[in-house]
């Protein structure tokens, strides 16, 4: 794309400096270098719009949690922005006057809109917390496109974002990172700005994008409200707290992410309607997680189909990326069998899934054509013994605790063929083989596991824990751990899945240097990644 920030960016070697600046120029540049120009062309959209919306005093300053985009399809693609004048207001509401505003959007090719290919107007109120979820419809596929909301006289920081090829269309190369776990008290989002700088067409976002703690932490990053959360104006406060980072900002406004929750966006290793954490009733329970869920919509650029009904999310969908990749989001959280201890993981009852997921996800592997099947999903797919010698020890959070289950998806990604289980929540790289039987190393290897670190949680991060050799011994279907901070950039082909280890070296104090710490391939038709010097 000549012409454009991304292909100008400096290379992502730069020191953090540069990369701050572009970040800057990226965001902020359209709105300074061309405001009244901008503010007339967004003017003129909106005067054909409803003038009914109750007026009232000027909103300043709106757009402090910057703007996103995701989901991404051929013809059309989320814009979210959420405005909120005072952010981290202890009621929740932003700083936002308790009325109804109207926002004008507009999306366009050309980065200074001067002939932007569609806009309009929406309103937004108090009972979503202002924030805003547009589809903008009618895109052309496999384009990149510029996007900013205005309210008033103030006009937001410019997004890009990229729509998916037209379906079954021929797509030779696509580029996404995974991330995931981003606690805001245990590091600055140095990774999150060097993401900003990739050239990607999605950022998939894995889970843990909020911590529900009261954790103050040691680097002058303490979660607000200063409690462990749980209603919704406390939700609320969290999303938007992490959300004023200017790192992350400028990550969302790069590329659409499309993203799932795990437990910590609610409560850690909640489970359906069942706190892990607290002997409390479902009904208690469930009130909280309406609180948790719609907060969390709030705050990311979903699509209509995600909005919360009382406390039910639908997370689980399908983004589809010409012919080359089919990809599952799974919501491994809503659904699921209480944890049990490790003698009850056989039980062939027991749905990490649930059963309409579960056959939405046999259905959608089924009718696949693509190249590569891709598993966006939260937690560690693979057997994981953790003893040393006999007996056995399994997460009791993980897929082996559901193991009846997790042994009959991973027939059908044998079936399905070149299939990638891609995992966040452990803070950790790894890389797996997908074994035909986790316990004969002999085996076939069916499918890929990718488990991508943490940005930030876990604090600044190790090349490996003393325990990570006992983990590679009893289990040889693992082929490497490292616990470095960052994300992973996948670059995938007809022919080949390239997987880079990025990582940084603390996140306790700002401004680190990226570096790769492994290349792993995998080829097509050739289940199992093997590293690459
Ligand atoms: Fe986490
Ligand atoms: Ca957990």
Not at 352 to 367: E, K, P, T, V
Not at 429 to 446: G, H, I, L
Request: net charge negative.
């Amino acid at each position: 794309m000549p012409g454009t920030p991304r292909s100008s960016t400096p290379s992502v070697s730069s020191p953090l400096p540069g990369v701050t600046a572009t970040r800057r120029q990226a965001l902020m540049g359209a709105v300074t270098l061309s405001a009244a120009a901008l503010g007339t062309t967004l003017g003129a959209s909106s005067t054909s719009a409803a003038t009914s919306a109750p007026r009232g005093p000027k909103i300043s300053d709106p757009f402090t949690l910057g703007v996103a985009s995701g989901d991404p399809f051929h013809d059309s693609v989320v814009l979210w922005t959420r405005l909120a004048p005072d952010p981290l207001a202890e009621d929740g509401l932003g700083g936002m006057p308790e009325r109804v505003v109207e926002v004008q959007w507009q999306i366009s090719q050309d980065e200074d809109f001067s002939r932007p290919v569609a806009s309009g107007t929406v309103e937004t109120g108090p009972d979503q917390a202002h924030s805003v979820h547009v589809e903008a419809q009618g895109l052309r596929p496999r384009a990149d496109y510029f996007y900013r909301f205005r309210v008033g006289g103030e006009i937001s920081p410019v997004g890009r974002t990229r729509t998916t090829p037209a379906p079954g269309a021929r797509l030779d190369h696509f580029a996404f990172a995974i991330a995931s776990c981003q606690s805001y008290t245990h590091g600055h989002y140095t990774a999150q700005a060097h993401l900003a700088q990739e050239d990607l067409d999605l950022v998939a976002f894995l889970g843990d994008y909020i911590y529900e703690t009261g954790d103050q932490g040691e680097i002058g990053r303490g979660h607000l409200p200063p409690v462990e959360v749980r209603s919704l104006a406390e939700y609320r406060i969290r999303h938007a707290q992490y959300k004023t980072d200017h790192d992350l900002q400028a990550a969302h406004a790069a590329f659409p992410w499309a993203v799932v929750f795990d437990d910590h966006e609610l409560e850690n290793n909640w489970a359906d309607d069942t706190s892990y954490e607290e002997d409390i009733p479902p009904e208690e329970f469930l009130q909280r997680r309406e609180n948790a869920l719609k907060a969390y919509y709030e705050h990311m650029p979903l699509r209509a189909a995600q909005r919360p009904a009382g406390p039910d999310l639908h997370l689980y969908r399908r983004l589809v990326f010409g012919n080359l990749v089919d990809m599952h989001l799974l919501d491994t959280r809503q659904y699921r069998d209480v944890q049990v201890a490790d003698e009850e993981r056989g039980d062939p009852d027991r749905s990490l899934l649930g059963a309409d997921q579960r056959r939405w996800l046999s259905q959608g592997l089924a009718d696949s054509t693509a190249t590569w099947n891709v598993l966006a999903q939260q937690v560690f797919f693979s057997q994981r013994d953790f003893a040393d010698g006999a007996p056995t020890d399994f997460s009791d959070d993980a897929w082996d605790n559901y193991q009846v289950e997790r042994d009959a998806v991973r027939d059908e990604l044998a079936e399905v063929g070149n299939a990638v289980v891609l995992t966040g929540d452990v803070h950790a790289n790894y890389v797996v083989d997908v074994k035909a039987d986790f316990d004969d190393p002999d085996s076939a290897t069916v499918a890929t596991e990718l488990v991508g670190t943490s940005f930030t949680s876990g604090r600044d991060g190790v090349e490996q824990n003393p325990g990570d050799e006992v983990q590679l011994r009893e289990n040889p279907h693992i082929k490497f751990i490292n616990r470095n901070r960052g994300y992973v950039r996948n670059t995938l082909t007809p022919t080949e899945w390239t997987v880079d280890y990025r990582v940084v070296d603390r996140v306790s104090e700002p401004d680190a240097p990226i570096r790769d710490r492994a290349r792993f391939v995998i080829e097509s038709g050739e289940p199992g990644a093997r590293p690459l010097v």
